[in-house]
């Protein structure tokens, strides 16, 4: 069966930098689209980056846009994102999903359990 | 990118019919059929239940159902039960090719 597990999260400092993976199984990872998608606490869901089954293609929403990088290697089944320069509305439980499309047009049809970041002093 | 709109809160009781909207623009919900609604049971991740405006994927109910005229897409659901009580979020692909939430809608079963 399909799974995603997300890890990497944890409590950091303003300014400070974190990486999360998203480890794939259950399915072809190789074929899919993923997203990161991310729920600050008793708040809604926002969409925050998504890459294309091969890397060609990444994007991101405006509010992580030039501090966060998605990513992926689909010799391990696994994918990333790379936070840098944190801030405190960065906090939230993020969310790996998988894309009914493997150029992620389409929607989340698995996701992760989800993983807490905490960006505190 | 602008969150698409979405009522905070609807009600219905056991049985009832109640409908959910999202509202965007012509850039998102007007102009794609990849529009899909989520539900999210408190503490849980979120389950996709509709994708492409109006299609079940295998194992949800046949009670949930979307819709989409303009630039507002729509998620009914019928025969309320008391599980459905949740949040909902719509989603849609954007013209920059990014992904916009609504924010959210919480339902209540009386």
């Known amino acids: 069966q399909v799974q995603l597990v997300e890890s990497g999260g944890g409590v950091v400092q303003p300014g400070r930098s974190l990486r999360l993976s998203c480890a794939a199984s259950g399915f072809t990872f190789r074929n899919y689209g993923m997203h990161w998608v991310r729920q600050a606490p008793g708040e809604g869901l926002e969409w925050v980056a998504l890459i294309w089954y091969d890397e060609s293609s990444r994007y991101y929403a405006d509010s992580v846009k030039g501090r966060f990088t998605i990513s992926r290697d689909n010799s391990k089944n696994t994918l990333y994102l790379q936070m840098n320069s944190l801030r405190a509305e960065d906090t939230a439980v993020y969310y790996c999903?998988?894309?009914?499309?493997?150029?992620?047009?389409?929607?989340?049809?698995?996701w992760g359990q989800g993983t807490l970041v905490t960006v505190s002093s | 990118q602008s969150a698409l709109t979405q009522p905070a809160s609807v009600s219905g009781s056991p049985g009832q019919s109640i409908t959910i909207s999202c509202t965007g623009t012509s850039s998102d919900v007007g102009g794609y059929k990849y529009v899909s609604w989520y539900q999210q049971h408190p503490a849980k991740a979120p389950k996709l239940i509709i994708y492409q405006v109006s299609n079940r994927p295998s194992g949800v109910s046949n009670r949930f159902s979307g819709s989409k005229s303009g630039n507002t897409a729509s998620l009914t659901i019928s025969g309320l039960q008391a599980e459905d009580e949740a949040h909902y979020y719509c989603?849609?692909?954007?013209?920059?090719?990014?992904?916009?939430f609504g924010g959210g809608t919480k339902l209540t079963v009386l």
């Open positions: 999903a998988r894309d009914r499309d493997s150029s992620a047009w389409d929607s989340f049809d698995y």
């Open positions: 989603n849609s692909y954007t013209s920059s090719s990014t992904r916009v």
